[in-house]
């Protein structure tokens, strides 16, 4: 960590700068600056809102400490004596004394208020704004300086930004002080912008010179030495009617604010322009001038990649728009297709005029880029209304405004200059639409990932290789790059900008890499290498910066609300989290702070998320989280009783949709505080099969030692359930187990119940029969202990313990008396279970007892009642957005066909079920459709076809020890049977040509198959 010293921020080497007397104290306090270095940075906000922080979180200090800290970040470090004067007047060492001691309590960082070795002189060991702007100055790193203030002052005015609101009456030596900084500081911003458009001019950049003047005039519409230089600019640049226009601006600004004439010399530029402008100007030299800056390189259509077709469709556009919007969130290159657009339709106006509104401050500012632009003043703001106005409705000129932001529509000064003009006259780019009537917009979308074969000639691949090849003329994407290139576009959101940015670390390393750096630290990239893009397009984090600013306070802290929100929400959600009306979804989803999710629901992406979190205090993002937590838990309370039996919104689908929401809910809220949706979160988990999840969150909970036995036994019983899923039975017989002392000790006979049932079904899964009989018939003696739910699963279990039971006496397919007779036993049981669950309306007990009684039909040979029972439980489990238990069902359906001879249905089912399995990572289910499938092709008679999907199960790689002894014992045995029923040489041939080469080979060695030489 960098450590921000006040007056030692300075690098301590170079000592000679500071006069002599404070080398000896910068030099005794190296030491302590190499410590604080291992402290968090506290940091004073001067220049805008005054506030100190440390570590991300706000310091609130009284408005004398304020003051005081302020002061001596700002000066380096103050003598007692000076800073008591300053503060309280002569004479005022004790008050002095005790807002130090008050100072140093406020702090969170040790030493941060230090005393030097004279004990004269007090230093603040902080990182100030204002010291770093000054600092950046000396440096001369002017474009870094003027950022640092831009960022800072808003829609302020430069005599306006530091301090902002702060004064101090009761100190009256501080108030003086405080003014003389805001006229000093603001007059050294004017200097640098003055500085900047000097070393373009010198650079023959002319353009960029012209953009910091126009930065300048904003600030300072009177100067009219930065009104003279422009003209000179255009003038040399062979564009006499701009400085003519430029003038003419001055003069009324002059005439309307002072009541005077420009000067002799701005005269004497002016009569120069005339006389070059002379009278033999022809209609077709006009037609070829634009006024104002030219159109940015950055609009090129020649570096337009990945917009071709989007550009056609908008030169169709323009002529019935009035005007034309370009919408879209920042970085995703409004500016760059606008410019192109211009460039590209040029030939049907009588001249193009672009005006860049970036930096300025307000519509009247907006007014008067314009009229530059179009050579169209006035004085006051109506007649610079009247007269582009008129220059717009009475010649063919296209008017290009670039960069409109919020704070530009605060007034309606916008609206009246656009609404009411000709089609095709006005081109915009904003984050989101205007508001006049006969106004198209188009919005503009982040580019696609690449995928697919053509990967390398997506929008995105191109134009990240264009990018990459100003740094590294060699660079090329690899064969490998594909996933990692994805990873890198969906990190940036597709943003061009993004895309450029990252594409400037392709000479250092490699695209994955990159990708990892961009997905871990997005405010990372730019730096340096994007010097040559405008200041708000040098890094993500600046794009979301201007993006923010002149938005109110309140709507602010409403988006930063948004930001706790993990994944998904609907509107409902935003307003009881944070406030957040329709008008305000509607609009950040337009300014590309939300996307839409499917379902009336929006997302806020994780580099926007992060943004904001960087951007508020601890205290706000604390209680903002509270707020999501009571919001989503208590929902999840009072919609626990639906969940078995609810479809739709009540339903385990839309509860899926909200799982990141509760587990950051979980993880925000005090662990007695998740009574009540404990049982309802494990079922959700359960039924979409994110078991390892479940014992994650559950374990979670455990170790923040809940002090309610009843939330013990509830975390207790959820694991051993998950635990039980994931075959760690004897670990959750034992969980269990616990469960039932601890919901004992809650006295609840609910949780008893649960607990008890849960440790039977254990023990029936481990094959101890009479154990968990022993558990169910105890519960049954006291039926105080069982609510409905548990009754019908000691139902449904008694009767999967007599079809345990069964197979001592035969297996499914090859059924004995015995057999027949303990299934037709159970079969009653799930048919009372089905009796019971349609009796309480609970459709996941009604699936659950379908499925076990097409089961028992399958178990006995009756394939179509199987199959016919195992497609209503899949209805019924789709209905409730139970997806894995529905995917179980389809893979049965699968099987089920298979055996009735329907090949056809049997293959779609065991497809659509290899898929889902896949996809969801359940490798060793997986293999068993895998298995099934084999089965299905002998059935067919394609051996071969039979013979892959077998190799194919055993060549699965990353099998642990375990699970491979399963795998071969499944498919060995049906492999043998193919070899004995077809030819093994082209079964050989055929493995070893879909490369189970060394799968086959082993087998062989193994003795596992049979060798050619023995057929």
């Avoid at 959101?493 to 993004?498: A, D, Q, R, V």
């Avoid at 009540?650 to 505080?673: K, T, Y």
């Avoid at 949780?751 to 519960?779: H, I, K, M, N, T």
Wanted: glycine content about 10%; aromatic content about 4%.
């Amino acid at each position: 960590m960098v450590a921000h010293v006040g007056l030692l921020a300075c690098d301590v080497v170079s000592t000679a700068m500071w006069p002599t007397h404070h080398q000896q104290t910068i030099k005794a306090a190296s030491a302590r600056a190499i410590v604080s270095a291992c402290m968090d940075v506290l940091e004073v906000v001067l220049l805008g809102a005054v506030a100190v922080s440390s570590g991300g979180g706000a310091v609130r200090l009284p408005r004398k400490l304020t003051a005081l800290a302020a002061f001596v970040a700002m000066r380096g470090g103050a003598d007692r004596g000076e800073l008591a004067e300053t503060l309280w007047g002569a004479g005022a060492r004790h008050n002095l004394r005790v807002a130090l001691h008050q100072l140093r309590r406020s702090l969170p960082e040790p030493g941060a208020v230090d005393v030097l070795a004279s004990g004269h002189r007090i230093v603040l060991r902080a990182d100030c704004d204002a010291v770093r702007f000054e600092r950046a100055v000396a440096e001369d790193r002017l474009e870094a300086a003027v950022g640092i203030w831009r960022r800072a002052a808003g829609a302020r005015q430069h005599r306006d930004v530091f301090m902002a609101g702060f004064d101090l009456p009761s100190a009256v030596g501080f108030q003086d002080w405080l003014e003389q900084e805001r006229t000093r500081l603001g007059g050294l911003y004017l200097r640098t912008l003055w500085r900047l458009a000097e070393v373009a001019e010198a650079a023959n950049e002319a353009e960029a010179a012209l953009r910091w003047l126009r930065t300048l005039l904003d600030e300072d519409p009177l100067d009219e030495r930065a009104h003279r230089r422009v003209m000179r600019i255009a003038l040399a640049s062979g564009d006499d009617s701009a400085a003519l226009d430029q003038y003419d601006l001055l003069r009324r600004v002059l005439r309307a604010e002072l009541g005077v004439e420009p000067s002799p010399a701005t005269t004497a530029v002016a009569e120069e322009a005339r006389s070059v402008a002379g009278q033999a100007r022809s209609r077709g030299a006009a037609r070829s001038t634009t006024h104002g800056p030219t159109v940015p390189a950055l609009g090129s259509a020649a570096r337009l990649i990945g917009r071709e077709g989007e550009l056609e469709r908008l030169a169709q556009l323009l002529p019935t728009a009035a005007p034309l919007s370009i919408v879209g969130p920042g970085g995703v290159g409004k500016s760059r297709v606008a410019g192109a657009l211009a460039d590209h339709v040029r030939h049907r106006y009588e001249a193009v005029a672009h005006a860049s509104v970036d930096g300025v401050a307000d519509a009247p500012g907006v007014l008067f880029a314009v009229a530059a632009a179009l050579g169209a003043v006035g004085g006051s703001n109506e007649r610079v209304l009247e007269a582009v106005r008129d220059r717009l409705e009475r010649r063919e000129h296209l008017l290009v405004l670039d960069g409109i932001e919020p704070r530009h529509r605060a007034t309606g000064l916008l609206v009246r200059l656009l609404a009411g003009l000709p089609p095709g006259r006005c081109l915009v780019t904003s984050r989101e639409p205007i508001g006049v009537e006969g106004e198209a917009g188009h919005r503009l979308e982040g580019l696609s990932a690449p995928s697919g074969r053509g990967w390398r000639d997506a929008p995105a691949a191109r134009l990240f290789v264009d990018a990459a090849r100003r740094s590294d003329a060699s660079f090329a994407l690899g064969p490998n790059d594909r996933e990692p290139l994805r990873a890198l576009v969906e990190a940036v959101e597709g943003l061009p900008l993004g895309l450029v940015l990252a594409a400037s670390l392709a000479t250092a390393f490699s695209l994955g890499e990159i990708a990892r750096i961009v997905v871990e630290r997005p405010e990372a990239i730019g730096g340096d290498a994007a010097l040559a893009l405008p200041e708000r397009h040098r890094s993500l984090e600046r794009v979301l910066e201007a993006s923010i600013e002149g938005m109110d306070g309140e709507r602010i802290d409403r988006l930063v609300t948004c930001s706790v929100f993990a994944a998904a929400f609907d509107r409902h959600a935003a307003e009881a989290v944070a406030g957040a009306t329709v008008a305000d979804l509607s609009s950040w989803a337009r300014a590309g702070w939300l996307h839409g999710a499917g379902g009336d629901r929006w997302a806020m992406h994780a580099r926007v998320r992060g943004f904001l979190a960087r951007h508020s205090s601890r205290e706000t993002l604390h209680e903002a989280r509270a707020r999501h937590a009571r919001h989503y838990l208590g929902a999840l309370r009072r919609g626990a009783p639906a969940l078995r039996s609810a479809s739709g919104d009540g339903g385990i689908e839309a509860w899926v949709r909200d799982l990141p929401e509760l587990h950051a809910a979980w993880m925000a809220v005090e662990s007695d505080d998740l009574g009540g949706v404990v049982e309802p979160l494990a079922l959700l988990l359960d039924v979409r099969g994110r078991h390892a999840e479940a014992i994650d969150t559950f374990g979670r909970g455990l170790l923040r030692r809940p002090r309610d036995p009843g939330v013990r036994s509830a975390l207790h019983t959820a694991l051993a359930a998950s635990e039980n899923r994931v075959g760690r039975r004897q670990r959750a017989l034992r969980r269990a187990n616990v469960a039932t002392a601890w919901a004992v000790r809650a006295g609840d006979a609910t949780l008893v119940g649960r607990a008890a049932w849960q440790a039977a079904e254990v023990s029936y899964d481990l094959g101890r029969y009479d154990d968990a009989e022993s558990v169910l018939d105890g519960l049954e003696a006291d039926g105080a202990q069982v609510d409905a739910v548990t009754r019908g699963a000691i139902t449904r279990l008694r009767a999967l313990v007599v079809l345990g039971r069964s197979r001592a006496f035969g297996r499914p397919l090859v059924p004995s008396p015995a057999y027949e007779a303990y299934v037709g036993t159970a079969r009653a049981g799930f048919e009372r279970c089905l009796v019971l669950a349609r009796k309480r309306g609970d459709v996941l007990a009604e699936a659950e007892a379908l499925h076990d009684l097409g089961y028992c039909s399958y178990a006995v040979g009756d394939f179509g009642t199987a199959l016919a029972a195992f497609r209503l439980a899949e209805r019924r489990h789709r209905t409730l957005g139970a997806r894995r238990r529905q995917t179980i069902e389809v893979y049965w359906i699968g099987v089920a066909a298979t055996m009735t001879g329907d090949h056809g249905a049997a293959e779609r089912a065991l497809r659509a079920a290899l898929r889902a399995m896949d996809e969801a990572g359940e490798t060793p289910k997986a293999l068993e459709v895998v298995q099934a499938i084999g089965q299905l092709w002998e059935q067919r008679g394609d051996h071969w076809r039979a013979a892959a999907c077998y190799l194919a199960a055993i060549a699965t790689p990353g099998l642990d020890a375990r699970v491979r002894q399963g795998v071969e014992a499944w498919h060995l045995p049906p492999l043998r049977a193919v070899i004995d029923a077809a030819s093994w040489s082209r079964l050989e041939a055929r493995a070893l040509a879909l490369g189970y080469r060394d799968t086959v080979n082993a087998l062989l060695r193994s003795g596992s198959l049979p060798l050619l030489s023995d057929r």
